[in-house]
């Protein structure tokens, strides 16, 4: 088996950046995708704040990264996810889905977060049927329907903003009686004719036999609950740090908030081992991921070449 300079895990902003700055390195590297090509960016239905870009979809700017990447002479690798990973000496051995194994002497964890489930009644059975996690994707189905959004952040925000462009009626939905997203969101918001807004309203159970048909809502002042006839509802109430690879290499620590515990040269608790991008839990942003994912990059050449240690 051919040993590889740097394996990278996940091609969001991080991996991908890493990606390139190994490359002008002349590291070997592989980048292993479990799903496809750009992390939760690519699902962004706007980025207005990447420098350079007044104005982009997210996949658009992932698309942009990976084909920088590809014309270094790199081909991500798309649904092949890193099921098992184990460090044997000072190397690294990768179990991949399509069934084979890569070796490894450094390993860059950039895998992110994925979104958090509410675990209502309903909101299982009915994923795929109406239940969403990704404006972006599902949205388009909904169009000239009854949708509501689930969460009142910045993500939840800035989805219910495009999902409301094309339904026919959009509900806001958030737990804490204010929103909490950013400043600039609030005055769309108000000029959304067909958005309304929930506030301090917690949802019970998403309603459907074969799709979703409602949602049940409960007031959290008066205690009053009521349905509401949909036909999607899509959940933006925050992110879990996908650490599954970290807990499995003995020594590579964790916080208490799932995130992976890195020192000031992007390597975790485990020689040769680095992380990068959301899953360190730094500030959630392409930007900020691209830049760990660089520095990442920088580090792993020191430790293959011997000047980090
Ligand atoms: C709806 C939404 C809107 C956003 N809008 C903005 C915005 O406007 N501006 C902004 O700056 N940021 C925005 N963000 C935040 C930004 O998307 C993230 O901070 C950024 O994508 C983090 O990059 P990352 O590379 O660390 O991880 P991710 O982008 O999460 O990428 C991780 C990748 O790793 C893959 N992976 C996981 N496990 C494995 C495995 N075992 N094997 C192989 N691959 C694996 C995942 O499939 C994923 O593709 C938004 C996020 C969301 C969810």
């Not at 190994?22 to 799903?35: D, G």
């Not at 104005?55 to 002479?73: D, I």
């Not at 798309?78 to 179990?95: M, Q, R, S, T, Y």
């Not at 070796?103 to 309903?122: D, Q």
């Amino acid at each position: 088996m051919q040993k590889i300079d740097l394996a990278i895990i996940g091609s969001g902003p991080a991996g991908i950046t890493a990606g390139i700055y190994a490359l002008r390195r002349n590291l070997s590297i592989r980048v292993f995708e479990s799903e496809a090509v750009g992390g939760q960016t690519a699902k962004a239905v706007w980025m207005e704040n990447y420098p350079g870009f007044t104005r982009l979809t997210g996949f658009e700017l992932m698309q942009k990264m990976s084909g920088h990447l590809k014309m270094l002479g790199v081909e991500i690798e798309e649904a092949n996810a890193v099921k098992k990973i184990a460090k044997i000496g000072n190397e690294f051995e990768l179990e991949l889905e399509d069934g084979s194994k890569a070796l490894a002497k450094t390993v860059l964890l950039a895998t992110g977060t994925e979104n958090k489930k509410l675990n209502l009644p309903g909101e299982k059975e009915l994923y795929g049927r109406g239940v969403s996690y990704c404006a972006n994707c599902d949205g388009p189905f909904c169009k000239g329907k009854r949708v509501a959004i689930i969460g009142g952040g910045n993500s939840g925000v800035t989805n219910a903003l495009y999902l409301s462009e094309t339904a026919s009626k959009a509900f806001l939905v958030e737990f804490t009686p204010e929103l909490n997203c950013d400043e600039v969101y609030l005055p769309l918001i108000k000029k959304q004719k067909n958005l309304e807004v929930l506030k301090n309203t917690q949802v019970i159970e998403v309603l459907g036999k074969e799709k979703v048909e409602g949602i049940k809502i409960k007031d959290r002042k008066t205690g009053k609950e009521r349905i509401i006839a949909l036909e999607g509802v899509f959940f933006y109430v925050g992110l879990s740090p996908r650490n599954e690879l970290a807990k499995q290499l003995f020594g590579a620590e964790i916080d208490s908030k799932g995130f992976v515990k890195i020192d000031e040269h992007m390597m975790t608790t485990v020689k040769g081992f680095f992380a990068a991008g959301d899953i360190t839990g730094n500030l959630a942003q392409t930007i900020w991921a691209a830049a760990e994912g660089a520095k990442a990059a920088l580090e792993a050449y020191k430790y293959v070449k011997g000047i980090l240690k």
